[in-house]
């Protein structure tokens, strides 16, 4: 039976980064393979990004193989599978030494390991722990972006229907179906501090059911709305979701650290009962009375700054943000955005920052078709725009940063120029949110919030329009536009 491109990149990957006995660890997002690599000195860098598929690789903290979207969920998942481990898990001390097995002094290699790890952690710690936030930050919200994605459109074809039903363009028949839909997309926006307490106390070591039932208390289930929970700060009456997604990550970490603690006293015996009990317990009331109220001012301030910043910005604002965003992507540094997008979304109903950020990827996919009209002698590049345009479009952009612009230099700082035309455009028009976060490029439109669809449109015509001609005029370089094959 013939290997399936799948199966054929799962183990090319393997063989280039030292073997499956050299993996530590194995996750993905939606176009990156992200591996925890134990010995770097036996990866060859140049032979994995030789790799047919493979669009492009990141060093950080994990090694990370961009192969664009759906497809690294298949690779992934023959990876983990061939060490015999689910997706996240330890991978078994055996399968490194099966794999190693060809050495003659074991003990010499993993001496040897070690030493190159820690100059490459000793490396990663200058600047470790805003790593570690930004690190922590991704392993939480990655998992959900696939739902924000599904929930989100589901909800903006709710939006849609609703509009035309109060236009009088459809029936009020509808209002069953339009209901319907928005009990799917609330099943995950109504209950996000739950699924988001989950996820952080995966990350930070805590019991996942516990770090839901915290999430789960900053929505004040069964408080008596005649004798509300009052803020021991002002006496102002709480209220239901206060802190948000911020105040649920600081409490579970909370959590994780009480948690922790009290295994380390409590006898065995009892600790089943004794240690959730006083968990909860402690941190629960910790939650409502400290972290609701503080997280909530917090929470508050952030998103008015950056609404007041995009108001009296304006295009200046929009045309930095879409300048920038890009690089942001390259250092991981967008990864603190998240938590903004989302505490926006609690706030308002939708976030203004993402459509404007999102205009970084118009900015690349203008750049691209310029790159092809006027390399078109230059058949390698030709070839690789050809892969990762259409991704482009669609919003996945690390093929044609990593595969096409970044790699030219020019092309890279032009596409970015266009990023911040598209940018100031949006920002520009004014109140075009979305209200979910993933997509961006087209996927995008539907999530788009009141209708103002059209202003974004608007944007990401201008993204690759400016992307397009500042490339074309500007970001060529000509060495690259020579006659080149194939081979």
């Not at 490459?120 to 939480?140: D, H, P, Q, T």
């Not at 069953?176 to 739950?194: D, E, H, P, R, W």
């Not at 892969?387 to 996945?396: D, E, M, Q, R, T």
Request: hydrophobic content about 50%; aromatic content about 8%.
């Amino acid at each position: 039976m013939s290997e399936t491109k799948e199966q054929r990149l799962a183990r090319e990957i393997y063989e280039k980064v030292g073997g499956i006995g050299n993996v530590e660890k194995l996750i993905h997002c939606m176009t990156r393979v992200r591996m925890t690599i134990r010995d770097y000195s036996q990866l060859d860098l140049d032979g994995l990004k030789a790799i047919d598929g493979v669009l492009g690789v990141v060093e950080d903290d994990t090694l990370q193989v961009i192969v664009g979207p759906g497809i690294v969920n298949k690779v992934s998942n023959i990876m983990v599978a061939d060490a015999g481990v689910k997706l996240g898990e330890a991978f078994p001390k055996n399968v490194a030494s099966r794999t190693n097995s060809t050495r003659t002094d074991r003990e010499t290699v993993e001496a040897k390991a070690a030493e190159v790890k820690a100059k490459e952690k000793a490396k990663y710690n200058k600047n470790s722990g805003f790593k570690r936030v930004l690190k922590s930050i991704a392993n939480i919200f990655v998992p959900l972006i696939p739902a924000f994605v599904g929930a989100g459109i589901i909800g903006g074809i709710a939006a849609v229907f609703s509009n035309l039903m109060t236009a009088g363009s459809i029936s009020q028949d509808w209002e069953s179906i339009i209901a319907t839909l928005n009990i799917i997309k609330n099943g995950l926006f109504a209950y996000l501090v739950i699924y988001v307490g989950i996820n952080s106390a995966n990350e930070f070591g805590a019991t996942p059911g516990l770090g839901g039932i915290i999430g789960a208390t900053t929505m004040l289930n069964g408080m008596n709305p005649e004798a509300p929970l009052t803020n021991i700060f002002n006496g102002h009456e709480l209220a239901a979701g206060q802190g948000g997604i911020i105040g649920v990550i600081f409490a579970v970490w909370v959590l994780s650290l009480v948690e922790k603690r009290l295994h380390k006293i409590i006898p065995n015996a009892v600790d089943i009962i004794i240690t959730p009990t006083i968990a909860l317990l402690v941190v629960g009331l910790f939650t409502i009375f400290i972290v609701m109220p503080v997280a909530g001012v917090v929470s508050s301030a952030l998103v008015g700054s950056i609404t007041w910043v995009l108001n009296v910005g304006g295009v200046f604002a929009g045309f930095i943000l879409g300048l920038f965003f890009l690089p942001m992507v390259m250092f991981g540094l967008h990864q603190i955005l998240t938590p903004i997008h989302i505490e926006m979304i609690n706030s308002s109903g939708f976030t203004l920052l993402l459509p404007i950020l999102a205009m970084a990827g118009a900015g690349q996919v203008g750049a691209a078709f310029a790159l092809w009209i006027k390399c078109r002698k230059n058949k390698k590049l030709i070839q690789l725009i050809k892969g990762a345009l259409p991704v482009g479009i669609l919003g996945i952009g690390e093929p044609l940063i990593y595969g096409v612009t970044l790699p030219l230099g020019r092309p890279f700082i032009t596409a970015c120029i266009g990023g911040g035309i598209g940018g100031a455009v949006i920002a520009g028009i004014g109140n075009i949110g979305a209200i979910a976060i993933g997509p961006s490029g087209i996927p995008l439109i539907p999530l788009i919030a009141n209708g103002h669809w059209f202003g974004y449109i608007i944007g990401l015509v201008s993204g690759y329009i400016g992307g397009f001609l500042a490339t074309y005029l500007f970001g060529v370089p000509k060495d690259i536009q020579m006659e080149t094959t194939l081979d």
